[in-house]
């Protein structure tokens, strides 16, 4: 059965500091994998599209990696700003258009 | 500028009052798609498009319709809506050769 998990559900940083989601997928086959990021009260927003043959996209200050082998995306935000307090959701497509999407970690980043 | 737009942004309805949550694009994308978003749950689909005249079922299609008579619109019908349907609704369409989802802005719907 296809299913995404990401991990934390929820995250709480300082303003500043860095911090890593998790997306781990059970998808195949695989086609690629994108990172949305939902603004509170608003529609998700692509970041990033990662697919097999990538391991790292950098978008500004948001960097995401995939291991295709293990199955597990990361999504890395460095100095974080209060802007990025949102929710952030893993969707994972399989070659045939099946997408899958993960429930969301919700960060909060503090003053 | 490419947008996907939803209406209403809010609505608050008693159990049994058909309603229709009305979603139009246009980016003239084939693919188009209704999900609903509860807490803790993530989005999960209800309906799909892949072009006009052909829909089909997501993970929760139950007790809800969808029509596809053009391109750009995709209505969502509640027939006879009920309490367990009060949620956030998204509409979307897809990119057809990134693969990349375009959101509206989401509908808040509340059955009493």
């Known amino acids: 059965k296809n299913q995404v998990e990401q991990s934390p559900q929820s995250l709480i940083i300082l303003e500043g500091k860095n911090c890593t989601l998790q997306?781990?997928?059970?998808?195949?086959?695989?086609?690629?994998l994108r990172w949305y990021k939902q603004d509170t009260g608003r529609g998700p927003v692509s970041l990033t599209i990662m697919t097999f043959s990538e391991n790292t996209k950098s978008n500004g200050r948001y960097t995401a990696t995939l291991d295709a082998d293990t199955k597990q995306s990361s999504l890395h935000i460095t100095a974080s700003q209060l802007s990025d307090s949102a929710s952030y959701i893993c969707v994972v497509s399989a070659t045939y258009g099946d997408m899958r999407f993960g429930a969301g970690t919700r960060l909060t980043v503090k003053p | 500028e490419a947008q996907v737009t939803q209406n209403p942004r809010y609505l608050i309805t008693v159990t049994g009052k058909k309603l229709t949550v009305t979603c139009s694009q246009n980016m003239n994308h084939e693919y188009m798609s209704w999900y609903r978003q509860d807490p803790g749950l993530g989005l999960r689909q209800i309906y799909y498009?892949?072009?006009?005249?052909?829909?089909d079922k997501g993970d929760v299609p139950e007790g809800y319709k969808v029509s596809r008579k053009e391109k750009r619109n995709f209505p969502l019908i509640l027939e006879s809506p009920s309490p367990n349907q009060t949620s956030l609704y998204f509409c979307a369409s897809r990119h057809t050769n990134t693969g990349e989802l375009f959101f509206g802005e989401g509908s808040r719907l509340t059955v009493l």
């Open positions: 498009s892949m072009n006009v005249e052909v829909t």
């Open positions: 997306c781990n997928y059970t998808v195949s086959p695989f086609s690629n």
